[in-house]
């Protein structure tokens, strides 16, 4: 039964790593790291001016409000400066370190930074929007919906805006929408702004991934490959036509996709961890653990990989080692389903304890959230065997 249930469950997780590439890859956060990656200049307001005027948003220059996500090099750098001495207390240092931490996928850490650079800015414009999105990286849904009502409240209040500023809260908003199940308003906010400029490629990305979560894969495969055609070339599309193929379990093709994504960034760890996938689903178990730990040594912070990892050693019948990879991923973020899902795994088949095991069931119930439903589904599903004696006998 063990190898049925893992089989399904991570057939399913490559949903949670596409849109883990939407908010890592393609936020709105600078990272600060070299000046293809720098800020705009009008992110820059000038003291006494929290939202400034700016010229009409023209295409392709979304490109300029997104950057790309660190590369190895450059998180051993932002690391560097986030282990070193603590001058945060000036609020532009808080500024920046929130900014560095969020960079780098420390998602609680840059939410604690924003927090007390709000305190004493309280109406900074990205700020406001980048805390709203280290939020919508924890699934706070409520906090992430109200900071970004405190902006639009904001922006009602002024009298000119920069229309940059605009596409920027309005991509977040569609994305916390995204998070919170609400595909259909998700659809409508990038819709618009792929109608606003259509080579807006992080748009096309959204929009196809609300449609495959809805189950319209076939909708989301055209909408993707509009975004191939008007775009420039991205991993992030490339890697989505590979999830469809997964789903059409096409998976020669689906392996073409994964590696024309990390034909144009090597580094792409989404693609990384969606070939791993694959590879698990093929019973590659020796491929599938190299590139996840590939995976995590590019991007520490991605609990996917982990947990993903934890599988295979389970296959492996290490599930000490596996243990070990769920309970990192519960430290850092309690709230993570996958992983006390697959404590529960382990410790019903690995180390034979189906009462222990009853708890992290009940426990991933009470958490789970965005694309988790078939995990409450198998949950129970558990929790109903073990309370039958099933597992005892």
């Not at 748009?203 to 775009?231: H, P």
């Amino acid at each position: 039964m063990i190898h049925t249930i893992l089989s399904w469950i991570y057939r399913d997780i490559v949903r949670i790593i596409a849109l883990l590439l939407l908010m890592t890859e393609m936020s709105c956060t600078p990272h600060q790291t070299s000046p293809e990656l720098s800020l705009a200049a009008e992110q820059k307001p000038k003291k006494d001016q929290k939202f400034q005027e700016s010229k009409e948003l023209k295409p392709h220059e979304w490109a300029q409000l997104f950057h790309k996500a660190p590369t190895t090099k450059e998180r051993q750098n932002l690391e560097d400066i986030t282990k070193g001495p603590d001058n945060s207390v000036i609020s532009e240092n808080l500024l920046e370190m929130a900014r560095k931490h969020l960079a780098l996928g420390n998602f609680a850490e840059a939410e604690s930074l924003y927090r007390q650079f709000l305190q004493k800015e309280s109406q900074h414009p990205d700020g406001q929007l980048e805390m709203a999105m280290a939020l919508i990286q924890q699934q706070k849904h409520n906090e992430s919906f109200q900071i970004l009502e405190e902006i639009r409240r904001h922006i009602a209040q002024m009298p000119s805006i920069s229309k940059a500023y605009i596409f920027k809260y309005k991509y977040t908003l569609g994305l916390a929408y995204l998070m919170n199940n609400n595909e259909k308003k998700c659809r409508r906010i990038m819709t618009d702004l792929i109608n606003q400029d259509k080579t807006f490629t992080p748009g096309y990305a959204v929009l196809g991934s609300a449609y495959y979560l809805n189950g319209k894969t076939e909708v989301a495969e055209f909408i993707v490959q509009r975004g191939m055609e008007r775009g420039a070339e991205d991993p992030s599309l490339y890697n989505l036509m590979g999830l469809f193929q997964m789903k059409k379990r096409l998976l020669s093709e689906a392996t073409f996709w994964f590696d024309k994504a990390l034909s144009l960034n090597q580094e792409f760890v989404p693609a990384l961890i969606n070939k791993a996938t694959l590879a698990f689903r093929q019973l590659q178990y020796k491929e599938a653990e190299a590139l996840l730990k590939q995976s995590i040594q590019i991007h520490p912070a991605i609990p996917e990989s982990y947990i993903i990892l934890g599988a295979v050693y389970m296959k492996q019948n290490r599930p000490e080692d596996a243990r070990l990879l769920f309970e990192k991923v519960l430290r850092r973020n309690p709230q993570n389903t996958w992983a006390r899902y697959n404590m529960g795994l382990v410790t019903l088949f690995g180390f034979k304890k189906p009462f222990r095991a009853l708890q992290y069931f009940e426990e991933a119930i009470q958490t789970t959230g965005f694309g988790e439903e078939n995990i409450r589904w198998a949950a129970q599903n558990f929790i109903n065997n073990i309370k039958n004696s099933d597992f005892i006998r």
